[in-house]
């Protein structure tokens, strides 16, 4: 199939009265179909309706991203905020129906079992009863990031998004650090009622469907919702309770030498992002160049040319670079009609950049490879901390080619990107906590959800130092993190996936060629087994496993010369 060109493709809005009519027509066929052929007839009319709707919905994303002050996609992304639950429901409704169908037992015999774990948790998820609260949700999500988007912060001469304001926090300068953080902050404090009614509503709405289901917490619900098959919280409990004996440790290794790089007395909140005395590595390539460099990166990794990278930046299924309006973040997403991913992120010249534009590669190439992995279309993808193993493997096996993007510097990237890599799993698991916290006690008022961050953060980051600085001080530092208003209980997944990708990490080393075949495996297995089946059959240990992460973190520490 020829590619086509992004800015071809039609964005046309779905016909919601027709797609619930089909579903009425497959759910019956379902009901009452006497052979395999003909119940499989019915389900690929319907994943051929929801691919559509899917794909609008993609595109309608992308597009208002792009430039979140285009009108006719801000009142498109409305439209999918009021519907995507409806569409939830009524898909839902067939899942029901594959549950029941007469060939269930011939469909799971040929197709395997994961279409009927999927379609058990959809039912036990999503239901006509909490639609309103669901676009509630979606509404008020779309409301979070339109004002993360719209932030502007005036600091050296200019009016700086998120985005473009985070060279400033990495500034080899201190007195830059110090005071572009205070700018920063001093928008969040300005805005905290509005971050605090946002989060405070969004969390009694999600309690409120959760209930109406039959769950006596929204932890429950989200635990389900983001498909967790095969563990519980407690092993989730377990893994964080590692990471505080292992991991934290090595953290605080971490800041002694920084303070000592850095020559200073005491390390400040508004040092932690500055890791060298002359400043963190940026790329060697401009940003106008990061498409050519992360084509070349990819050709020199998998052996092919053109790499898959080259091809999606030919037909304009990549944007990379920060510029105002545009949203924050960075993603991965995927077009189902055309078979085809868009990876979007905000280049701003920093350090991170090069691990984003990876990360988001990672996503893309196993969107690619396991795009004929399964007849349904619930189950081409796994469930999200094995999606993560995609991309962060994908960042820690790239360090033999970082001369592409850091020539003589990429020494410097990998120890930077390693270090990253080991403060961010106590502060994933701080995240994750603290949303148990809130969820377990959702009448919980704002003011003691920042004093249970702000005690957080002494147990995961007890090197943490903000003396009189009121936004951090308070307990604030969560406000500035998407994951907590948008994707509940979605940052444990970073941690798990992390702890993998170390594994692969630790293999490339020894045998490139071994650590890709385990990564291709698990790629091209989509998502048609849990979590645990998938990364066992890829040759992968449990992160679960205490020692993988005791063995995880001795080969870091040797690595760091810790």
């Given at each position: 199939m020829s590619v086509p060109n992004f800015s071809d493709i039609e964005y046309v809005r779905p016909d919601l009265e027709a797609?619930?009519?089909?579903?009425?027509?497959?759910?019956?066929?379902?009901?009452?179909?006497?052979?395999?052929?003909?119940?499989?007839?019915?389900?690929?009319?319907?994943?051929?309706?929801?691919?559509?709707?899917?794909?609008?919905?993609?595109?309608?994303?992308?597009?208002?991203?792009?430039?979140?002050?285009?009108?006719?996609?801000?009142?498109?992304?409305?439209?999918?905020?009021?519907?995507?639950?409806?569409?939830?429901?009524?898909?839902?409704?067939?899942?029901?129906?594959?549950?029941?169908?007469?060939?269930?037992?011939?469909?799971?015999?040929?197709?395997?079992?994961?279409?009927?774990?999927?379609?058990?948790?959809?039912?036990?998820?999503?239901s006509k009863e909490i639609l309103d609260e669901l676009a509630s949700e979606a509404s008020l999500e779309s409301e979070y990031s339109q004002l993360q988007s719209e932030a502007q912060i005036d600091f050296d001469g200019r009016t700086l998004n998120l985005s473009l304001i985070q060279p400033y926090l990495e500034s080899d300068s201190r007195q830059v650090r110090k005071e572009a953080y205070k700018a920063l902050d001093e928008y969040y404090m300005g805005r905290k009622p509005v971050y605090d009614r946002i989060y405070d509503d969004m969390v009694k709405v999600r309690t409120a469907a959760a209930r109406k289901l039959g769950y006596n917490t929204f932890t429950e619900l989200g635990y389900k919702r983001m498909e967790r098959y095969d563990y519980t919280r407690d092993d989730v409990e377990k893994f964080r309770e590692s990471i505080l004996k292992y991991i934290v440790p090595l953290t605080v290794q971490i800041r002694k030498l920084q303070q000592s790089r850095l020559g200073v007395d005491?390390?400040?909140?508004?040092?932690?992002?500055?890791?060298?005395?002359?400043?963190?590595?940026?790329?060697?390539?401009?940003?106008?160049?990061?498409?050519?460099?992360a084509g070349l990166y990819f050709r020199r990794m998998f052996g092919k040319d053109p790499s898959f990278f080259d091809v999606l930046s030919e037909h304009g299924f990549t944007d990379l670079i920060s510029r105002p309006n545009k949203s924050t973040g960075g993603y991965c997403m995927y077009l189902e009609d055309y078979g085809i991913p868009f990876i979007f992120m905000n280049g701003n010249g920093t350090y991170d950049d090069v691990a984003t534009v990876v990360h988001e590669g990672g996503h893309a190439y196993a969107a690619i490879q396991s795009a004929d992995s399964s007849p349904f279309l619930e189950c081409l993808s796994p469930t999200l901390e094995t999606c993560e193993i995609h991309s962060t493997a994908m960042e820690y096996m790239s360090y033999p080619y970082m001369d592409i993007f850091y020539g003589d510097n990429a020494s410097s990237?990998?120890?930077?990107?390693?270090?990253?890599?080991?403060?961010?799993?106590?502060?994933?698991?701080?995240?994750?906590?603290?949303?148990?916290?809130?969820?377990?006690?959702?009448?919980?008022?704002?003011?003691?959800?920042?004093?249970?961050?702000?005690?957080?953060?002494?147990?995961?980051?007890?090197?943490?130092?903000?003396?009189?600085?009121?936004?951090?001080?308070?307990?604030?530092?969560?406000?500035?993190?998407?994951?907590i208003f948008t994707s509940p209980f979605y940052y444990i997944d970073y941690c798990l996936s992390q702890i993998c990708a170390l594994e692969l990490w630790r293999e490339s080393r020894l045998d490139m060629q071994s650590a890709l075949h385990k990564y291709n495996t698990l790629c091209q297995a989509g998502g048609n087994d849990t979590f645990l089946n998938l990364i066992r059959n890829s040759g992968i240990a449990s992160p679960f496993d205490r020692d993988t992460i005791k063995t995880v973190a001795y080969e870091c520490c040797k690595f760091l010369e810790l």
């Amino acid at each position: 199939m020829s590619v086509p060109n992004f800015s071809d493709i039609e964005y046309v809005r779905p016909d919601l009265e027709a797609f619930e009519e089909l579903i009425k027509s497959v759910r019956l066929k379902l009901m009452t179909a006497t052979s395999l052929d003909q119940a499989m007839d019915a389900i690929s009319e319907f994943e051929d309706a929801q691919s559509r709707f899917d794909t609008a919905y993609a595109l309608c994303t992308v597009k208002h991203d792009l430039d979140t002050s285009d009108e006719f996609f801000v009142k498109e992304n409305d439209f999918f905020d009021e519907n995507t639950a409806r569409v939830s429901e009524l898909c839902s409704a067939v899942l029901t129906a594959i549950l029941t169908c007469p060939c269930a037992d011939e469909i799971r015999s040929k197709y395997g079992d994961m279409i009927f774990r999927k379609a058990q948790n959809r039912k036990e998820t999503i239901s006509k009863e909490i639609l309103d609260e669901l676009a509630s949700e979606a509404s008020l999500e779309s409301e979070y990031s339109q004002l993360q988007s719209e932030a502007q912060i005036d600091f050296d001469g200019r009016t700086l998004n998120l985005s473009l304001i985070q060279p400033y926090l990495e500034s080899d300068s201190r007195q830059v650090r110090k005071e572009a953080y205070k700018a920063l902050d001093e928008y969040y404090m300005g805005r905290k009622p509005v971050y605090d009614r946002i989060y405070d509503d969004m969390v009694k709405v999600r309690t409120a469907a959760a209930r109406k289901l039959g769950y006596n917490t929204f932890t429950e619900l989200g635990y389900k919702r983001m498909e967790r098959y095969d563990y519980t919280r407690d092993d989730v409990e377990k893994f964080r309770e590692s990471i505080l004996k292992y991991i934290v440790p090595l953290t605080v290794q971490i800041r002694k030498l920084q303070q000592s790089r850095l020559g200073v007395d005491k390390l400040m909140f508004y040092d932690l992002g500055c890791l060298f005395r002359n400043g963190n590595p940026t790329p060697k390539v401009s940003k106008d160049t990061y498409k050519d460099a992360a084509g070349l990166y990819f050709r020199r990794m998998f052996g092919k040319d053109p790499s898959f990278f080259d091809v999606l930046s030919e037909h304009g299924f990549t944007d990379l670079i920060s510029r105002p309006n545009k949203s924050t973040g960075g993603y991965c997403m995927y077009l189902e009609d055309y078979g085809i991913p868009f990876i979007f992120m905000n280049g701003n010249g920093t350090y991170d950049d090069v691990a984003t534009v990876v990360h988001e590669g990672g996503h893309a190439y196993a969107a690619i490879q396991s795009a004929d992995s399964s007849p349904f279309l619930e189950c081409l993808s796994p469930t999200l901390e094995t999606c993560e193993i995609h991309s962060t493997a994908m960042e820690y096996m790239s360090y033999p080619y970082m001369d592409i993007f850091y020539g003589d510097n990429a020494s410097s990237y990998c120890q930077m990107h390693m270090t990253d890599g080991l403060l961010f799993l106590p502060y994933g698991c701080m995240v994750d906590e603290f949303q148990h916290i809130v969820y377990d006690d959702p009448d919980m008022p704002p003011e003691k959800r920042h004093m249970v961050w702000k005690e957080l953060e002494e147990k995961y980051q007890p090197f943490i130092n903000y003396d009189d600085e009121t936004f951090h001080a308070m307990g604030g530092a969560w406000m500035k993190k998407d994951h907590i208003f948008t994707s509940p209980f979605y940052y444990i997944d970073y941690c798990l996936s992390q702890i993998c990708a170390l594994e692969l990490w630790r293999e490339s080393r020894l045998d490139m060629q071994s650590a890709l075949h385990k990564y291709n495996t698990l790629c091209q297995a989509g998502g048609n087994d849990t979590f645990l089946n998938l990364i066992r059959n890829s040759g992968i240990a449990s992160p679960f496993d205490r020692d993988t992460i005791k063995t995880v973190a001795y080969e870091c520490c040797k690595f760091l010369e810790l």
